[in-house]
């Protein structure tokens, strides 16, 4: 399925939000200056009390009159410090659209970063995410050990692609997907979906800062299941939302992204500090009509969250997100009183059999309510309308106790946690693009 061009008219409202945070960027319009090497100044002010770290910035290109190809030869510097940026394509549309970077920023600081040309480049930054999808070639497909009218891949190697479509007979357990979807990751957890029927959020917990995706699903799909030396799947997912996962709301049960007619997973960055995906879900059957809906999954060094957003070819009320419900486990809501708000739960429900806990964290004046389902912890959320099309914008997050070797312990720790990140999003960075004449 092709996404329509139209569809990204839904992100305009969240054009200037970044990763973890919304940023109110201002732009002075271009002077008739004199040449100079200077292509504008951004000014990035932490109002909160406490340090921001690994903080993202996005700045559109249009903001800053530029177009991608003019970045080659652009630092962005403030005194003899340079800041390492990439430029990435936010909306997943195939274009390029702005710069990323990642900043540390003081309690009450401001900082003014010029963008320019000249001057010494900084550093390669170290690899801090990735997002892949790796499929099998040089073998052939038979008919499905256990699913009938479908096939498995038998033989072949794995590669890594830019994108791929399922092909009609094809399930889950059909051994030609690595991990059986796309998969993303910081330098603190990572997840993947998977691309099929279930369409399953699910976790790898990691005991490396460093990527490990690449090491993952060569050898079968009970491998990762044990612990390995850079962690393993600590979740199981069942026929729930998973970890941050979406559906519809029938009014008695949940419905999950199931009967489609084609299904397609684009890689659309693999950057060192920002990596992105998209999943293109074609005629989605569900409340007796069909939908396509695509939804761009992004994740920024130094943080657990995957940002998440939908967008639909038609309006659908009673979009539920959640995360899975297992036994023994606690249920946790936040404040309805700030500008982000999230559902969760707390308990030992790793596979590894300790403590993990799980949010999806939205904007609290489309939250609903909480519906009662067997499978999952479920916000009804109202996605923003415009004409017959919608949106959802929410992020889902995991904190495993295992996580590098020293991961979050208790309640108490996890719920502080998702405060934090609460604050960050309910107060952002003020980002302020001025403009000058490069020509």
């Not at 909160?48 to 991608?68: E, G, V």
């Not at 809501?333 to 806990?357: C, M, V």
Request: net charge neutral; aromatic share 10%.
């Amino acid at each position: 399925m092709k996404v329509k061009p139209s569809l990204g008219a839904l992100y305009l409202a969240f054009a200037y939000c970044v990763i973890s945070a919304c940023s109110n960027q201002k732009t002075t319009p271009p002077t008739s200056a004199a040449k100079s090497p200077l292509h504008g100044s951004i000014t990035v002010n932490n109002n909160q009390d406490a340090q921001r770290r690994n903080a993202p910035i996005y700045i559109p290109f249009k903001d800053l009159s530029l177009k991608p190809e003019d970045v080659a030869g652009l630092v962005m510097a403030t005194g003899s410090q340079t800041l390492a940026f990439e430029t990435i394509d936010r909306d997943g549309d195939g274009n390029k659209d702005g710069l990323f970077a990642l900043a540390d920023i003081g309690p009450k600081q401001t900082q003014v970063w010029q963008l320019k040309k000249g001057g010494d480049k900084p550093a390669k930054p170290t690899k801090r995410t990735q997002a892949e999808i790796s499929i099998k070639e040089g073998g052939q497909w038979v008919p499905h050990p256990f699913a009938a009218g479908k096939q498995a891949y038998q033989g072949g190697t794995f590669k890594n692609v830019a994108s791929v479509t399922l092909p009609e007979f094809y399930t889950h357990h059909s051994n030609w997907i690595r991990y059986e979807g796309p998969g993303i990751e910081s330098d603190q957890v990572a997840y993947r979906i998977y691309l099929d029927n279930r369409n399953g959020f699910d976790i790898f917990g990691k005991t490396l800062s460093e990527p490990v995706l690449q090491r993952i699903g060569h050898d079968g799909y009970e491998a990762y299941h044990k612990m390995l030396d850079w962690g393993l799947d600590i979740l199981k997912v069942g026929p729930s939302l998973g970890t941050g996962g979406f559906g519809f709301w029938n009014g008695k049960n949940l419905i999950l992204v199931a009967d489609t007619q084609s299904r397609r997973a684009r890689i659309i960055e693999n950057g060192d500090v920002y990596s992105s995906f998209a999943i293109d879900y074609g005629q989605w059957l569900v409340d007796g009509n069909r939908r396509d809906l695509n939804a761009v999954f992004s994740m920024h060094g130094g943080s657990r969250l995957v940002h998440t957003r939908i967008t639909m070819d038609k309006t659908l009320p009673n979009l539920a997100i959640g995360v899975v419900k297992h036994a023994k486990t606690e249920f946790l809501q936040g404040n309805s009183k700030n500008t982000y708000s999230y559902i969760g739960s707390w308990g030992k429900q790793s596979e590894n059999g300790d403590h993990l806990g799980m949010a999806v964290i939205f904007k609290t004046k489309q939250f609903q309510k909480t519906v009662d389902d067997a499978t999952s912890y479920v916000a009804l959320m109202q996605p923003e309308i415009e004409a017959e099309r919608s949106g959802l914008e929410y992020y889902f997050v995991a904190a495993w106790q295992g996580e590098l070797g020293n991961g979050i312990n208790s309640k108490q720790e996890f719920v502080a946690y998702l405060e934090d990140e609460i604050q960050k999003l309910s107060q952002p960075l003020n980002i302020t693009v001025a403009q000058r004449a490069s020509h």
